[in-house]
T-cell receptor
Framework: NAGVMQNPRHLVRRRGQEARLRCSPMKGHSHVYWYRQLPEEGLKFMVYLQKENIIDESGMPKERFSAEFPKEGPSILRIQQVVRGDSAAYFC??????????????FGPGTRLLVL | DAKTTQPNSMESNEEEPVHLPCNHSTISGTDYIHWYRQLPSQGPEYVIHGLTSNVNNRMASLAIAEDRKSSTLILHRATLRDAAVYYCILRALLYGGATNKLIFGTGTLLAVQP
């Protein structure tokens, strides 16, 4: 069973460009989470999605950031007009269907975004 | 979610046991205690979890105080590959569409010396 896959693993963008980060959850998982880890800081929750629905986006910056998890295909975290402060490691995690309990989250290897 | 407190860093020697403490004095009755770790340049990985009783799995053991206000992650024989940041996280039982997010603290950076 393949784990959570993220691509690209490294992404370099110039200020003002768009960054698209992809996450393919583990087989059978319908829940996806995105976390960001700024340099020398801890992991911060950004957004929680189920297929075609955003459940919790309380950690998403108000502007320039968006996320989706379509019925078919990977989850996408999109950052428009990137700035240097967006440079960070972005981790995706997935979990199976939640039914009245928490579920273990399985993390991908991350995408390291560098904004020049 | 209730807050956890962990030492910033700890050191261990290879093949010796390691005890990583976590304080969670405001834990509620339905909070589970979870541990994740993050190896260098990798995503976090689940280690173990428990509610009241001590727990063992292939990776580690979790010892939970009787009053549940603290817990200890035990690595029985540390290896160089166990060098990582270890996070103690409290997770409440959730129902319906409630969010399942993890709230990471600063964790404990474990260094393992050969």
């Amino acid at each position: 069973n393949a784990g959570v896959m993220q691509n690209p693993r490294h992404l370099v963008r110039r200020r003002g460009q768009e960054a698209r980060l992809r996450c393919s959850p583990m087989k059978g998982h319908s829940h996806v989470y995105w976390y960001r880890q700024l340099p020398e800081e801890g992991l911060k929750f950004m957004v929680y999605l189920q297929k075609e629905n955003i459940i919790d986006e309380s950690g998403m910056p108000k502007e320039r950031f968006s996320a989706e998890f379509p019925k078919e295909g990977p989850s996408i975290l999109r950052i428009q007009q990137v700035v240097r402060g967006d440079s960070a490691a972005y981790f995706c995690a997935s979990s199976p269907e939640t039914s009245g309990r928490w579920e273990t989250q399985y993390f991908g290897p991350g995408t390291r975004l560098l904004v020049l | 979610d209730a807050k956890t407190t962990q030492p910033n860093s700890m050191e261990s020697n290879e093949e010796e046991p390691v005890h990583l403490p976590c304080n969670h004095s405001t834990i509620s009755g339905t909070d589970y205690i979870h541990w994740y770790r993050q190896l260098p340049s990798q995503g976090p990985e689940y280690v173990i979890h428990g509610l009241t009783s001590n727990v063992n799995n292939r990776m580690a053991s979790l010892a939970i105080a009787e009053d549940r206000k603290s817990s200890t992650l035990i690595l029985h024989r540390a290896t160089l590959r166990d060098a990582a940041v270890y996070y103690c996280i409290l997770r409440a039982l959730l129902y319906g569409g409630a969010t399942n997010k993890l709230i990471f603290g600063t964790g404990t950076l474990l260094a393992v010396q050969p």
